[in-house]
DNA sequence: AACGATTTAGTCGTGTGCGATTTAATATCC
DNA sequence: GGATATTAAATCGCACACGACTAAATCGTT
């Protein structure tokens, strides 16, 4: 008999508790700096790759504009970017880092080091885990696009063209 | 050469979007009974034991009373249990499920396995998932708790070259 | 050119999550 | 036995996160 399934089975609980449990450790670091978790996470897309519009963040982090348009204009009140308005296509927010912006960039560039210390395992072992976990969201966001009961299938309006 | 990191990079970013992802697979299964997935871990810990303090049920979710107290009392409103101060320690308050909060344990029984399938998943992969991701929790609480007094502090942006 | 459909952000309401603080009850110390 | 410390929940303020909706701009078809 397989039994009722209690917390100790459920891989979603895992995850959840895990990423609260990230969220503890980078606390401290990110304070010192004055960001939260998903604040880091947009200024991260934006160092990668400045100039961004809203929904291209939304969609490197799987966000809601919701949650973005106000997270946004907090970043923007502290200081370290700018939205625009697109002249071309009004409808669209551009967002640009600020000087400040870009030189936060270097107070944060310590961060992952402690983060990486802080699972206390080799990168190599991470790499994977994460890659499975990558593999396990890529399923999770099919099934919730496919919704119900197995038989329909959806047809994705855009190729994804994921990494690894 | 490492280069500069990415939101690629990001294991913990991997577990938060991921998180995220089984949130909107639970939505709709939990939406039929009329819980959020929060309330659905609490209720799963109660089917578990019944009769848990705020503090035990908040001990085995890692969530904090301030968290815990306003969800509980929307259980309690929905009528799936009671809340009742301890008679011999005042200070705690017992959790017990009404009848209805048994109930629903039925209609929730689906669930896992609906879970499961939108995983794609073999259970021995998720199985090993689950214990690598856990095997990470723990290492990140011990961090997290040992921050302040073990010898790992903040390192400065200079030293961060040598780290990958 | 006209007008309905679509797209992009933004607003609003609800429900987490947590740190800091508070309140009340119990434990401890002298 | 009474002052003090500790503990368990609760409260408060802030910041996500999302669904439902809105507003404005653009697109598409005729």
Redesign the interface.
């Known amino acids: 008999m397989p039994g ?4 100790e ?14 969220n ?3 606390k ?2 990110l304070d ?1 700096i004055g960001l939260t ?1 998903p604040q880091y ?1 947009v200024m ?2 934006l ?2 790759q400045d100039g961004l519009l809203v929904g291209q963040i939304g969609e ?3 966000l809601e504009s919701s949650t973005l348009t106000p997270l946004i204009k907090r970043l923007e009140a502290a200081g370290l970017l700018q939205r625009t308005r697109d002249t071309k296509d009004e409808r669209q927010v551009r967002v640009t880092l600020t000087p400040r912006g870009r030189a936060i960039k ?2 944060a ?2 961060i ?10 080799a ?1 190599e ?3 994977r ?2 890659g ?3 593999a ?2 890529n ?6 696009q496919g ?1 119900r009961s ?1 038989s329909s299938r959806v047809i994705t309006p855009r190729e994804e063209t994921e ?1 690894g």
């Open positions: 009722a399934p209690t917390l089975h459920f891989l979603c609980f895992a995850l959840y508790s895990t990423s609260h449990a990230f503890r450790v980078y401290p670091l010192a978790y996470l991260t897309v160092w990668e490197k982090l799987a270097a107070q560039a310590s992952p080091a402690c983060i990486l210390e802080a699972t206390g395992q990168p072992q991470l790499m885990l994460k499975d976990i990558d396990l969201r399923q999770l966001e099919q099934a919730a919704g197995g990494h």
